[in-house]
């Protein structure tokens, strides 16, 4: 186990001892003691009281606190160190709960915050002395690698169908083990997906194929059924072993979410990010993969102006598809990482000295030369273009 004060600061101490001097207590909840004790650096300190967000607010105002109520409805408020954040969630329970949001009201018992937790392992608190309440044995389950629900696995799912696609996503990262009561919930309640928003929908499959074992979660979440309710289960129904293969061979050289979803669901990915209203530039790139498979990365970095980042995703697609090992598959992903893309030599200037007018007809003159150069292994000098531009074409 990582010690806590490897992610506290003396303004956090100073805080906890405030927050004592008023009869509450500040500890360390959920993701952040998860990661402390896999001797992990978490990404975000999160803490909770049983002081109310009122209480807190005086707290915070008599010790002179930056503060702001960034989820006051819900109990959460963030308090700010050196330009670090720090939510701080006043413990609660769920009064109602619609599938997706809750109306919590507040109580001092921080069993009870922790039991309205989604996984045993996020259901963990520390003290800032490293102390660990873990009631519903977290710790166990992450030495099992297994993911389990908080008490009952419906009763949380129904709370947040959300949790359906992270109980994917928390696998993928701390363990595939199955857990039988979880497995039964996901398949009985995944209809609860349908009233998720598309875009928190793509936030969480994003992050499952950008983890481990994605292809194998993939295929897990149509066994499930799961795929039925989020715009994807004939992608994934047309899914082959030899796509399988595919996928997992992509999976080894990248984890860009896109590029993984275009090797999982083939043509269909670009609509199905349509669906999710992915970001353009997602959707874009989906659409730049399907459509150039089996074309030349280095080629289309120099003649079409592409990206090196979209010609490496691309490279790695096609290493995938003409079953290159993953040796070779990786040597030629280095070399487009480090290749000098060739300039050409021509510009639209040069050819209006020639007398050619700026139109289509000369912007489809130096898309050909282009490609010629390229067919010459960008070898061609200028003045030979320019020789090829008299000898082919009448200039206007």
Known sequence: ?????????????????????????LKLVGGCVRDLMLGLTPKDVDLHTDATPDE????YQAEGVRFEETGLSHGTISVIFDHVAYEITSLRTDTETDGRHAVVSYTRDWHTDLLRRDFRFNAM??????????????????????VRFVGDAETRIKEDY?????????????????????????????????QISRERVWSEVSKILSGDHAVQLMKNIHDLGVDKHVDMHHALECTSVCADELSEAVHEQTRNPVTMLVAVCDHHAEQILKIWK???AEIKLAEFLYSNLHNDPFRLMAVEDVSRAWAIELCVLNNALNDAHVSDGGFMKAVLEEWEVPVFPVTGRDLIEMGMIPGPQMGQMLKDLKHRWANEEYQISKQDLLQLVLEDWTLN
């Open 1 to 25: 186990m990582q010690d806590p004060n490897s992610i506290l600061n003396p303004a956090l101490w100073c805080l906890r001892d405030a927050f004592r001097a008023q009869g509450f207590d």
């Open 56 to 59: 807190c607010v005086l707290i």
């Open 125 to 146: 608190s520390m003290s800032f002395e490293g102390d660990i309440l873990d009631p519903f044995g977290g710790q166990a389950d992450l030495v099992a690698g297994v």
């Open 162 to 194: 959300l949790r359906i696609l992270r109980w994917f996503r928390f696998r993928g990262r701390f363990g595939m083990q199955m857990d039988a009561a979880a497995e039964h919930a996901v398949r009985t309640n995944s209809h609860g997906l349908e």
């Open 278 to 280: 992915a970001s353009s």
